[in-house]
């Protein structure tokens, strides 16, 4: 091999991309982050900060106590129908409060009050953070990782079997191993038909959720299936429900809705987690549901904050349902409203005698003070009764993580489709396929998974090139 220019290259500069350098800084190995956008973060900057751990420090100041990786095995697995990577996921269990841990190191704060069930398991494993992407950031700067943005690379340089640089902007960069962790894909039309149709048979609807990352394209696939790595988990993925009023950052619909499906029936807890919310959807026929409230629902609802945010990250977690964009959507006639519950049925296209039962069923379970039918919970309950009554179409189709992607071993090496590793090659973060599973586990895996196996890879990736003469 010609002569390195680092010993290791990690393609992309969100969390797993800089959870690789940082460990491969501290193994002793010279490593570049080569980040094709502007800035460094990736998704990881633009997500919720959540990260899914048992066994933690911050579980136990919080009164946790005995939660285990073997209990979170247990939970992902069974959760998937055991359609997932046992061994991927078993790392991933067990190295999640490490993971944690070493954040905490590095400044990141997660406030053990904010801790929460963030899938559909019982145990809070779901770590709301703050900092958790500026604290990565500002760790690779200290121990002098070296970066280059507005830096794309195109190609793998691959010399008698092995990957043994990069080339990028008409620049080869040679190095002893590389890491690529350059995330999904959800901002690639053409990378979603093929990999993800579910989402994609949306159409317009469809988007991911850091759309504000232009670069989130699916590079690292296509640069690993150009070396023949193999693609595994096809269409899998988060798919989040969305009014299709905007275009926003956004997970949970609020529970003071009513959620029929085309027929105009309930069919789920309106409050359920995101981490099942849209597969529910996507169960009902065309995939589509109607968020069906009442006044009293929007005047009261839209504008109660104890809604807006469940996961305490900072911000609105549900824009779309704001009191004044509502508003403004009835007033555009995005939003339909009728006088009567028949009437709006009849605008919506649903049987109005099943949209009535519905109604009168949760309206009665609602002066109860009970859901008799999905057991949801709220402060407040809110039934349809005081006109007008609104209706808007609802679909899971916004893409919070995808589940396509290249397939590794326990090391993070990635495979051919032989199963035989790329040598030279390792991988880290959404851009793998093998850490979704049939089902996401809940809020916090994908920064799991960027955490785990990018220090798995940047630690197996600088072993393995300062082994290279």
């Known amino acids: 091999m010609k002569s390195k220019d680092f010993d290791v290259i990690i393609i992309g500069g969100g969390g797993g991309g800089l959870s690789a350098a ?50 979170m095995y247990d939970y992902i697995m069974t959760l998937a129908g055991w359609e997932a990577n046992p061994k991927i996921f078993r790392i991933l269990s067990e190295q999640s409060g490490a993971g944690l841990e070493w954040l905490i190191e590095m400044g990141v704060v997660f406030p053990p009050q904010y801790l929460v069930c963030s899938g559909v398991d019982t145990v809070p494993r779901g770590h709301p953070s703050q900092g958790l992407a500026d604290a990565l950031i500002n760790t690779a700067g200290a121990k002098g990782v070296e970066t280059a943005l ?11 079997g092995r990957v043994v640089g990069v080339r990028a902007g008409g620049t080869e960069l040679r190095a002893g191993a590389v890491v690529i962790a350059t995330g ?3 901002n ?18 469809t988007y991911a959720v850091h759309f504000r990352s232009p670069y989130i394209l699916g590079d690292g696939i296509k640069l690993g299936e150009a070396v023949g790595a193999e693609i595994v988990g096809h269409d899998t993925g988060l798919l989040l429900p969305t009014s299709g009023l905007g275009k926003f950052v956004e997970a949970f619909m609020p529970p003071w809705i009513t959620l029929v499906n085309t027929d105009g029936r309930r069919f789920m807890d309106e409050s359920a987690p ?3 919310s849209g597969y529910l959807i996507n169960a009902q026929p065309g995939q589509r549901a109607f968020a069906v409230f009442d006044e009293v629902a929007l005047v009261e609802g839209s504008q109660d904050m104890r809604y807006a945010d469940p996961y305490n990250s900072g911000g609105v977690a549900m824009p779309t349902w704001e009191y004044n964009l509502l508003r403004q959507s009835i007033d555009n ?5 009728a006088d009567t519950l028949r009437e709006l049925a009849g605008k919506i296209g649903v049987y109005p005698e099943i949209l009535e039962a519905t109604a009168e069923r949760y309206n009665a379970d609602c002066d109860k003070g009970i859901d008799s039918d999905y057991f ?29 992607g290249l397939n590794v071993n326990e090391q993070a090496q990635v495979l051919d489709r032989l ?37 798995i890879a940047g630690t197996a990736a600088a072993t393995d090139a300062m082994k290279q003469a």
């Not at 106590?65 to 073997?70: F, I, K, N």
């Not at 830096?151 to 008698?160: F, G, K, P, Q």
């Not at 093929?194 to 317009?204: D, I």
């Open 150 to 160: 507005n830096t794309r690379v195109e190609s793998l340089i691959v010399e008698d």
């Open 188 to 205: 690639s039309e053409e990378m979603i038909k093929r990999l993800y149709p579910t989402a994609a048979a949306n159409g317009a609807w």
């Open 22 to 71: 940082i460990m491969a800084k501290e193994a002793g190995a010279s490593c570049i982050v080569l980040e094709a956008d502007t800035k460094l973060g990736g998704a990881t900057a633009w997500s919720g900060g959540v990260f899914y751990a048992a066994g933690t420090s911050v579980q136990r100041a919080a009164g946790i106590e005995g939660d285990t990786p073997q209990a």
């Open 333 to 337: 006639g995005k939003i339909f409203k």
């Open 419 to 455: 199963g035989h590793t790329i040598p030279g090659l390792y991988a880290g973060g959404e851009v793998l396929g093998c850490a979704m599973g049939k089902r996401y586990s809940g809020g916090g895996m994908g920064i799991c998974n960027a955490i785990v196996f990018g220090r």
């Open 274 to 276: 995101y981490a099942v």
């Open 376 to 404: 949801k919970e709220m402060p407040n309950r809110f039934p349809l009764r005081k006109a007008p009554f609104y209706a808007r179409e609802v679909r899971a189709c916004v893409i919070g993580q995808t589940g396509a």
């Open 184 to 186: 999904g894909f959800g």
